[in-house]
T-cell receptor
């Protein structure tokens, strides 16, 4: 069974631009969660989608948004990029809701904002 | 302030030594998970502990969940270079809100 895939793996953008990251969960998994990982703040929860609905949201500004499609694939969008948005963005999928279930992480997309 | 505090932040030891890393919080968690993350990869789940006082063993790794379900520890016996990585604890706060600690970066030298 294929694991969680994320595209692209690396991305370089400039301040003010917007970016879209993609995540394909493990087949059969309906929950997709997104995290931001930085050396200073560690892993921080962005949001979780389950059956195309956002079920949980972390403490991030509205510039961070996402969506989930009927095939459970998810995209994350960041608008008006800031230098501080440089990070490793990880998505994780699980069978049901993320709460209490094992999450499987993708390799991440490393975003650099110049 | 992190909801989950991990210590130490960095640990560098020789192959064959034992070590313990800690994950502490003032909040109660319904469950705690430990992950290991290697460079260029996402975290990989090692174990989930659910019951206060629970001890789980995974080969040379021993995980313990505190009686009050506020803290956890990971003990590695006879560490090997392959154990090198970032060890993260994570807990479900209010059931659906998953929080991670900042991690302990372990280096095991041959």
């Amino acid at each position: 069974k294929a694991g969680v895939t994320q595209t692209p793996r690396y991305l370089i953008k400039t301040r003010g631009q917007q970016v879209t990251l993609s995540c394909s969960p493990i087949s059969g998994h309906r929950s997709v969660s997104w995290y931001q990982q930085t050396p200073g703040q560690g892993l921080q929860f962005l949001f979780e989608y389950f059956s195309e609905t956002q079920r949980n949201k972390g403490n991030f500004p509205g510039r961070f948004s996402g969506r989930q499609f009927s095939n459970s694939r998810s995209e994350m969008n960041v608008s008006t990029l800031e230098l501080g948005d440089s990070a490793l963005y990880l998505c994780a999928s699980s069978l049901a809701r993320a709460g209490g279930n094992e999450q499987f992480f993708g390799p991440g997309t490393r975003l650099t904002v110049l | 302030t992190q909801l989950l505090e991990q210590s130490p932040q960095f640990l560098s030891i020789q192959e064959g030594e034992n070590l313990t890393v800690y994950c502490n919080s003032s909040s109660v968690f319904s469950s705690l998970q430990w992950y290991r993350q290697e460079p260029g990869e996402g975290p990989v789940l090692l174990v989930t502990v659910v019951t206060g006082g629970e001890v789980k063993k995974l080969k040379r790794l021993t995980f313990q969940f505190g009686d009050a379900r506020k803290d956890s520890s990971l003990h590695i016996t006879a560490a090997q270079p392959g154990d090198t990585g970032l060890y993260l604890c994570a807990g479900y706060h209010n059931n659906n809100d998953m929080r991670f600690g900042a991690g302990t970066r372990l280096t095991v030298k041959p």
